[in-house]
């Protein structure tokens, strides 16, 4: 049996999990009928969290385990992380960026081109029989347009890099400006939605990115503008949005991210305009594969005393 003991707040891909199982000691948090029944188990014995970047790990759950050296988060975000409390006691967090940089930002282009070009809609008016009966209504060009990007990171920047090949107009908000970054740089939100003909968040979650994108920056956005979210659902006012959507005070949205996920807003269910992902914007094969062996070589460096690949804390 080995010795280390990882508490895993949420499955991984059977790759990654064969591979961790025989290597550690794994108690599935997830499949526990009483979680505080199993913390309460094995909490003095747990060394590391594996966790995914929705589900985090609070100061909480990180106060029942006093062994605790490590965090490793499967996702980019770190949000849902109390990175405060690990930092005051010495616990180390990981994440995994680079790795699914490129996939995210093929998904905010390929949910600005759904939503734009009305892609899903058209897959429902061939299947339904529509074609041939009824005209197909007109569409939104995508290229040329003007994109303003909230957010100009790593994802951001290969956003930006995409947008571009479309011939497209490319302005960005961030809290400072990005000095080896060629695009404009606009440090008024609210100017930059109201340039923008679609507006493609990719900031990080949090305190200082809740809610961003509000009512006001809806409004400058316009009936004619799009919105495209792929960083968390927190960055988004959604009754705000909704409203907007249902108003048509803004032509559409394409969102891969939402408050309480995966049990949403039921009435984005019910709104033609808004073109909705689960959350997928890193779920190809090769990138989770990716993300899963940067977890294990974290965790893997971790307790062989190595410098850690991707710290965060």
């Not at 920056?217 to 705000?240: C, Q």
Request: proline content about 5%; overall charge neutral; some cysteine.
């Amino acid at each position: 049996m080995p010795e280390v003991e990882i508490l895993m707040a949420g499955a991984y891909p059977e790759w990654d999990m064969v591979d961790l199982e025989t290597k550690y000691r794994i108690h599935r948090l997830w499949e526990a009928a009483d979680r505080q029944e199993l913390i309460a188990r094995v909490g003095g014995n747990i060394r590391a969290i594996a966790t995914r970047g929705e589900l985090g790990a609070s100061a909480e759950l990180m106060k029942q385990l006093p062994k605790l050296e490590i965090v490793s988060c499967y996702g980019v975000g770190t949000d849902a992380i109390d990175l405060s409390y690990a930092r005051a006691n010495s616990i180390r967090v990981t994440n995994t960026p680079d790795v699914l940089t490129e996939d995210v930002a093929d998904i905010a282009i390929g949910l600005l081109l759904a939503t734009a070009r009305q892609i899903p809609q058209a897959d429902t008016f061939v299947r339904t029989g529509q074609w041939g009966n009824v005209p197909m209504p007109l569409v939104t060009r995508v290229a040329g347009k003007k994109v303003g990007i909230v957010g100009m990171g790593r994802i951001g920047k290969a956003i930006a890099k995409r947008a571009a090949a479309f011939g497209c107009d490319i302005s960005y908000f961030t809290r400072n400006e990005h000095k080896d970054v060629a695009y404009a740089y606009q440090p008024d939100l609210i100017a930059l939605a109201g340039w923008a003909d679609f507006l493609i968040v990719i900031v990080p979650g949090g305190e200082a990115t809740m809610k961003i994108i509000n009512a006001p920056v809806l409004k400058a956005l316009g009936p004619n503008g799009m919105l495209i979210n792929v960083s968390r659902g927190t960055t988004v006012d959604e009754e705000a949005l909704i409203a907007a959507l249902q108003n048509r005070t803004i032509q559409a949205a394409g969102l891969d991210v939402f408050l309480n996920e995966p049990k949403i807003d039921a009435r984005f269910l019910t709104l033609p305009n808004v073109v909705l992902q689960p959350h997928h914007g890193s779920g190809t094969i090769e990138t989770r594969k990716a993300m899963g062996q940067l977890v294990r070589d974290n965790l893997a460096a971790h307790f062989a005393g190595r410098a850690l690949p991707t710290p965060v804390v």
